[in-house]
């Protein structure tokens, strides 16, 4: 029986046993996860999902996080000898073994779910945390922009993580800050907003 599973944008036939390597999980060596967004189950009676099968899940655990190889990138030239060069970014992989494949019940496993660096809950839960901090008077509509060094572009984003008001960005930890990783807050800002939170 195989899966065919999607993480990180991209797509992966898996059966159990197999290793893989992904992108980026959050996630420790040794530690247990699962993926849930499978497209489809091969075997005896395969089932395709619309777009996902419904209660089915792929687990792993995972080995490693790991580095890939340097890219060798070549650079054709016209009446000149062409060249290599090796590229100096490696991404940033994990390593996996898939364990089990579920047909059902994905949902009651209590594994933890497989997610990226990027899809970590940590800018979601730093947005609650300002909002509960901040005092009710808070205004929701705050020009994000009148602080210094917040173009319309670095708003948009602050809006995007839920930080609406001054006193929202006032009240971030540095906890907070390092969490959201939509965009970078800089210490500055922060004091800025308790100045313009005063009124």
């Not at 779910?113 to 839960?125: L, M, N, Q, S």
């Not at 907070?176 to 939170?197: C, F, R, S, T």
């Amino acid at each position: 029986m195989f899966a065919v599973l999607k993480t990180g944008g991209k797509q992966y036939k898996v059966q159990a046993g197999d290793m893989l390597r992904v992108e980026k999980l959050a996630a420790d060596a040794g530690e247990k996860i699962q993926f849930n967004d499978v497209l489809m189950l091969g075997g005896e009676s395969p089932v395709v999902g619309a777009p996902l099968v419904e209660g089915a899940a792929v687990q792993a655990e995972v080995i490693d996080q790991i580095k890939a190889d340097k890219v060798i990138h070549f650079v054709k030239r016209r009446r000149k000898h062409s060249s290599q060069r090796t590229k100096g970014h490696r991404q940033k992989l994990t390593l996996v073994k898939i364990t089990e494949i579920l047909t059902s019940g994905a949902d009651k496993t209590g594994v933890k779910i497989a997610t990226g660096k990027g899809d970590t809950p940590a800018v979601a839960a730093a947005a609650p945390a300002a909002k509960t901090a901040a005092p009710a008077a808070a205004s929701a509509d705050d020009d994000l922009t009148s602080i210094t060094g917040v173009g319309p572009a670095a708003a948009k984003k602050l809006i995007e993580a839920g930080l609406t008001s001054f006193a929202q960005i006032a009240a971030l930890s540095e906890d907070d800050i390092a969490g959201i990783d939509a965009v970078k807050v800089k210490p500055e800002w922060v004091e800025q907003a308790k100045e313009l939170a005063k009124g």
